[in-house]
Structure formats: C-alpha cells, structure tokens
C-alpha cells in the first residue's frame, strides 16, 4: 500500500464525515492542534503541534497508540509486548472536525477542536483519551475518561475487592508482611486495566508510577509515570475469554509446566539439615500422603537467616551429600526446589567473586552499592546486565547438575532497591519493576539453550507484563495466617488470572504468624485443590505439612490433597487451555455472565475451569452459604448430585470434609480413578481413567475433552507428542449416546484405556446399554442415580466407542 498523505488544508476540503463517539466528552489539550496526517502501510502517524501520534494495529483487535513529544526520541524497547502485527486492512477517513481511522474492528476517532481521541468496536464505544500526554513536575500522564458504571480490574496482584475502580495505586512492586483482606501495595503490580465492557488498556512502560482508577470520583482514569514510553495499547473482545486471549497473544503465553507441579508440595521456611528433610519425607511415605515435590528456603546455604544470603551453595555441615539427598528424592518420586535470592551479601562466600566478576549494580562511581537490609550489608546482582545474567545462570546450571528441578526466586521485587542504584540499562526506579520479570528470562533463556526439551519451573513474587511466557509460577506473598488472609486469595488470584498470571496461588495454610487453627487450615488447604499450585508452607513456629498436624487436621487435609491428585487429568487439561488460549484455570463469574453487573464485583464463588464452580468457606465456624449458579446450565452437587437452577441463588449447607463444589450440566470430567491412590505423579497414567458424565434432558449436546503428554518435554503439543481424548454427547429419543475418540500426535505412543465411565443423574434404570452396538452389563445406583460401568477405549477403532443409554 502506497502511502497516503494528508495535510491539514487537505482535510479542511475534503469535509467527510467522521464517526462521532457517544463517549463522555472532556476536552483535551486545548493548545493541540493537528499539523499533519499521513497514513503508512502498517500505521497512522498524525503529527501535533507539541509531538507525534503514531496508531498501530497489532490485530483485528489489539490497537496501539504511542505519543512521541516534539524534540524527543523514540523508545522502541518494550518489554511486555512480543506479538508481532498482523497485516490489517485499515480505511481513513477525514472531515472539517473529525479523522477516523479504522483497523478491522478498531476505530479511532480523533475530534480536531479541541483535541480528543476515541476508540471503539465494533462500533460500540469503549473510552476515550481526556487530556492525552501531559508533563507536569517532572511527571508524565495520560488520562483517560471512564463511563459512570464500569466497573475496573487490573494493576496487578491487590487485595481491594473485585471491583478495584477508586483506588489510586502505586506502580512500584513492595512486598507487604502479613497482609491480611486489604492491600494497596504488593508484590507484583501491572500497568495495566480491564473494564467491565470486555476492553483492556496495558500502559506499555516498565518505570515506577501510579494507576488512578477514578480515586477522585471524577470518572477519570490516569496513568502517571517517571519517565519511558508513552505507549498503550488497547484490547478488545467479544466476550472475556477473547479479551484475555488477546491480551495474553500480545505478552506471550505461559509454557505448559511439568506435571509434577500439579501434585502436593512440602514445603517450610525452612528445612536447616538433610536429616530433617528426609524425616519429612518419610512422614509423608508413611501416613500414604502425596507429595511430588520439597522445598528448600534459606537453610540450605547457611545455618542462619542473617549472613549467608549470596552463598549459593549447599552448607556442607548440614547437607553433606546433597547430590545424593536429591538423588535419593528423585528415586522416590519427589522433585528437590531450592530457593535462590539476587541479593551478596558482604559476608556470604561469594562476595569477592561478584565484586571481582563486576555482576553487582553500582553507585555513581561505578563501584558496587552496598547497603544495609533485613539479612545483612548486601549488593545487588545486576540481572540487566548480559555478564551478569550469565554468571547468575552459571551457578543454576552447577546446581541442576546436582538433581535440582525446580528453582525459587525470592525477593525478586528487590525487596529493598535504593533509588541511587543503577543498572546497567538504567536507574533502580526505571528497572524496579521489571527485576523479577528478567530474572525469570533468564531462567527460562537458560533452559533453552542447555535444558531444551525440560520444562522449567520458576516461582517467584514480582514480574511484569508477560512474565507468563518465561514460565513464572507467582505467588500471593507473605500473607498472614488468619481468616482476613485466606479471604484475600480468591481475589488476587481471579485477578492475575485476568491480566496473564494463570498460576497465581498462595501458601496454603498462611505464611506469617504463630496462628495454631486448624479449621483455617484445612479451609484454606480445601480451597487449594481449587487453584493452580498446591503448595502449603509457612514460618515454622506452626506446621505447614499435614503430617505434622492434629490427627484431626491430617486427615481432613489428607483428603484435600487426594482429591488433588484425582483431579490431575482436569487440571492438566485447564493448564493446556492456558497454553494454548491463555485462559486462566480460576475463573471469575462474570466470564459466564459478562453482562450481569451483579457479578462484577464477586470473589466468593468462581469457576474452576469451564464446568466446575466452586465456593471456598473463608468464615470461621460457617454452616451456610449463599451460592450464585450462572444461568447458561443446571448445576449439580459434586458430592450428593442435588440439582441447584440455572441462574438462581441458593442456600447450600456446609460440610466440615469439604468445600462446595458443583458441576455444569453436560461436563465431562476426567479423573484418575479412586481406587488408584498414587503417591505422586510419577505414578500418574492416563491408561486408567474414571470419566464423569452430568447428564441433564435440558443438554442435548456436549463436548469435553482431555490432554495428555508425558507430563516434562518442552512443547510435547508442538512436538507432537500429545493426545487429545474427546468426549461427545448426544441426547435425543430418549437416547443418551457417548462417543469417545481419540486425537493423536505421530511422537505418541497410543494404548487402549480402561475406562470407568460414571453417568450422573439417570433417574431411572434404562432399558439397556448398547458399546459398539453390542449389549453389556451395567449398575444402576438408585440412591444416587448413577449408572457406572467399565470399557476399554480402543486407541483407533472409534466405532468401538460408542456407549448408548437407552432410557426407560
């Protein structure tokens, strides 16, 4: 496409008529005047008397907008952004007071006197810009006006509510000790908003600042920052999975984890010997608990808190033959996780070293900046800097030399990061914000080059924009062990799932406070099984692992984490879809009813995937809750099969052994059957399979399916070395048909299943039932009105797995 060039005289006599947006109307800069409009192949460029705006669509729906102010140059790194744009079809058109630029389902309008930009799509207005790009005390913003009741999500990890519109909130990632229901300021913040009309706006600059989301009660929203980019981009959906499927395309996808970071940790802050560690362990063997993994906090580089942080290897008194410690765990199935900090200390073992490798950040005068935080006189490892980053990932590469398969990245925000420091790419306050985010690259970047077909596992406190492609596995911080802590988590995990961080999870159980309760314990382990990691860990004054627990407490949790592990096959699935879509695994209600306002503030239920809704008991002593079921289905009681009404709001009694937990009608879901107990996921096979059918008259058809790798090569799915197993359903005549097939890649080995197939809610023993055409044997449950019996899954002849229900 040629370049088309308009200057201002030429649109003053072309007269066409531009859109005009019905958005809240608020001039901007009344001293902005249109100098010049010249439309590129890939762009729009209309240049301003103080600066330039360049308009550049990413897709049919992702649009970016950049300000460049006269007499600056570009910044061109991003470091949130990796999509590449597609080519789109794009129109302008102009009049005497408007310019209008379209971009498949993108419009920006762009009112001349005063100045004013707006976007829509699809036609339906979304916002608009109010005073654009200001400099004003050495700060710069952009603003934005905001409709009277869209609700706000967004800015990262908080613990505000849902519905987050009235807080101005600082850019800056602080971990916060003992939070409990309310937190401004955390770990892990983001540039970055959703609004309840299914658009985002992500502000495309890694400098500290501030997201205002309407604190003035003035419907505006601003962004306001130190310095960097004047760049953002809007995204756009039909309905929330668009909108986050975008938004994840535009930031990078999060590689499917090992399957072992699916199963049960033990974990404590922490383990001080190998003897201790190897107790533990064999605790777990013996109460018949699962654990797939064991976390080491700091105790494994020194015997004490204080001093050693920047030693980075094993304290040979304490561990002395940690290579065969971890061998030894590996034998049994349980992965070894070592704790890993950016921060030398003065004191610890490599201190000369780093000064010697010159990895530290610096003062003004190029001499490493040394000062004074909770663990000691420390420096800094300056993770932008590429002699750095390789010297870092040396000391991860010994390490994995030594059986480790996970790393833990702490206090990545830098917990304590001086202002006066600076980095090789900039000062402490421009790079602040994206430690984390670059310490987990580099990881990820490690693995690739050496580790290429092993799938990394990374969890740390503080990213960015993005930090899901490099793998991150975040966590809620340092969260205190009381009910006020537990209600927090639903929220901020709901939330980073909306903006890319599909694992975000918390230390089941509570990390900070001597609080001995076992019921918040066992609470908040039951509504662990419900989010992505199931990780408890704590200070070690009250016991994180159930096999230190009351009697009590250690079956209730022993069942929790059962359940856990019957689940692998959903869960495994959930993390796929988030691969593939970047669909988060927790899910808030308003994906279901993206129209009922009701819902725009809710964190009490959620949904667990596409067919699971789940309720967490976050009060002490409860025995009733009042529970939303979204009204596209009928939802069914996973435990008792009681029917609840599409779009009503119910009473449900509470359990003691459980959280409620219902099931959609229609859902298939896929479990490893309750008489395989395994005792982690190496035992884990989807040669076994138990799969659950809700059926329902008012479900005439149905669709659910399964995901199955060998659980640790790097993109199996893109190596085609996966299976996809489908479920159908069909419901007609009073025939209920189930058809099962399977999808394979040429890097899998196919083998029949032995399937124990659960169809729920068959009100009457039918007449018969008919696999592959042929009359079998069945059980009718008439208490619990379930059919059951058991089939082989042939791995190739689909017309063999055909199960017909005939009705009575």
Do not use: C
Not at 639 to 653: H, K, L
Request: charged share 20%.
């Amino acid at each position: 496409m040629k370049n088309n060039t308009l200057n201002v005289s030429i649109i003053h006599m072309l007269g066409l008529s531009g859109l005009l947006m019905s958005l809240p109307v608020a001039a901007q800069n009344a001293q902005r005047m249109i100098t010049h409009v010249e439309k590129k192949s890939d762009s729009l460029e209309v240049k301003t008397n103080d600066g330039t705006y360049v308009f550049k669509p990413y897709s049919s729906s992702i649009l970016e907008t950049t300000f460049l102010p006269a007499g600056e140059a570009q910044t061109l790194l991003s470091h949130a952004v990796v999509l590449t744009p597609e080519h789109i079809h794009t129109q302008l058109t102009s009049s005497a007071t408007a310019i209008d630029y379209v971009a498949a389902d993108l419009r920006v309008h762009i009112q001349k006197t005063p100045f004013q930009i707006s976007y829509s799509y699809k036609n339906n207005p979304l916002i608009s810009e109010k005073n654009g790009y200001q400099k004003k005390d050495g700060n710069e913003s952009l603003d934005f006006n905001l409709d009277d009741n869209e609700a706000i999500y967004g800015a990262g990890a908080r613990a505000l509510g849902m519905n987050r519109r009235g807080y101005r909130l600082p850019l800056y990632n602080k971990a916060h000790y003992g939070y409990e229901d309310h937190s401004e300021q955390m770990n892990f913040s983001m540039p970055l908003f959703f609004s309840s009309k299914r658009y985002g706006i992500h502000f495309d600059n890694a400098a500290i600042g501030t997201l205002d989301l309407d604190s003035k009660k003035n419907n505006i929203l601003a962004y306001e920052t130190i310095s960097g980019r004047k760049t953002y981009q809007i995204i756009a959906g039909d309905s929330w999975t668009d909108v986050i499927a975008n938004y994840t395309s535009l930031t990078g996808r999060q590689p499917l984890p090992p399957r072992w970071a699916f199963g049960n940790f033990a974990s404590r802050f922490g383990y001080h010997t190998e003897a201790e560690a190897r107790q533990i362990l064999e605790k777990y063997k013996a109460d018949q608990i699962p654990v797939d993994a064991i976390i080491f906090d700091l105790y494994w580089f020194g015997k004490d808190i204080k001093g050693t942080m920047g030693n980075l290897a094993f304290d040979a008194d304490n561990f002395p033959q940690p290579q065969k410690m971890i061998a030894d765990f590996s034998a049994q199935g349980v992965k070894t996780i070592l704790i890993t900090e950016p921060f030398v200390l003065t004191t610890s073992k490599k201190w000369q070293e780093a000064v010697d490798e010159h990895v530290l950040a610096t003062d003004k005068n190029g001499l490493p900046y040394k000062y004074d935080f909770y663990f000691g006189n420390t420096g800094l490892i300056d993770i932008s800097d590429p002699h750095a980053q390789s010297w870092f990932w040396n000391i991860y590469k010994n390490l994995k030399a030594y059986g480790v398969a996970g790393w833990w990245g702490d206090l990545g925000e830098p917990e304590v990061h001086p202002s006066g420091l600076l980095h090789k790419t900039g000062t402490a306050d421009e790079v602040h914000n994206i430690y984390g985010h670059e310490w987990a690259k580099l990881i990820a970047d490690g693995y690739q080059k050496d580790f290429p077909d092993e799938r990394p596992f990374i969890l740390m406190r503080a990213g960015y924009s993005g930090s899901q492609r490099f793998g991150m596995i975040p966590w809620s911080g340092d969260v205190n062990r009381t009910w006020g802590g537990l209600r927090s988590q639903p929220e901020i995990a709901l939330q980073m799932g909306m903006q890319g961080m599909a694992y975000m999870h918390s230390d089941l159980g509570g990390f900070a406070g001597a609080n001995l309760d076992d019921e918040l314990y066992t609470r908040w382990l039951q509504y662990g099984v419900f989010q992505p990691v199931f990780r408890p860990h704590a200070q070690e004054e009250v016991a994180s692992e159930p096999v230190l627990r009351s009697p009590e407490a250690k079956v209730l949790a022993k069942s929790a984490i059962q359940l856990r592990y019957r689940m692998l096959p959903y869960n495994y699935t959930l993390a796929f879809e988030n691969s593939q879509r970047g669909l988060p695994l927790m899910r808030p209600l308003f994906y279901a009813e993206p129209d009922n306002p009701r819902l725009y503030a809710n964190a009490d239920s959620y949904m667990w995937g596409n067919d699971l809704l789940v309720h967490p008991i976050l009060q002490a002593g409860q025995k009733q809750a009042s529970v939303y079921f979204p009204a596209q289905s009928k939802w069914f009681d996973f435990y008792t099969n009681q029917e609840y009404p599409a779009g009503s709001t119910q009473a449900v009694n509470v359990s003691t052994d459980h959280i409620p937990l219902f099931v959609r009608a229609g859902a298939f879901i896929p479990l490893v059957p309750a008489k395989r107990q395994i005792q982690n996921t190496t035992q884990y096979s989807t040669a076994e399979l138990e799969l659950h059918y809700y059926h329902d008259q008012s479900v005439t058809e149905s669709h659910g399916y399964l995901y199955d790798d060998d659980g640790v090569t790097a993109q199996a799915f893109e190596k085609a070395a996966f299976a996809l197993l489908h479920f159908n359903s069909r419901y007609q005549n009073k025939t209920l048909t189930l058809k099962l097939r399977t999808e394979a890649g040429a890097h899998y080995a196919q083998a029949d299943r032995l399937l124990d197939l659960v169809v729920h809610n068959i009100n009457a023993s039918p007449k018969q039932v008919l696999i592959g055409g042929k009359q079998v044997d069945f059980k009718w449950d008439q208490q619990n009105q379930n059919l059951m019996l058991t089939l082989r899954w042939h791995k190739k002849s689909d017309h063999l797995n055909v199960v017909k229900i005939i009705m009575s």
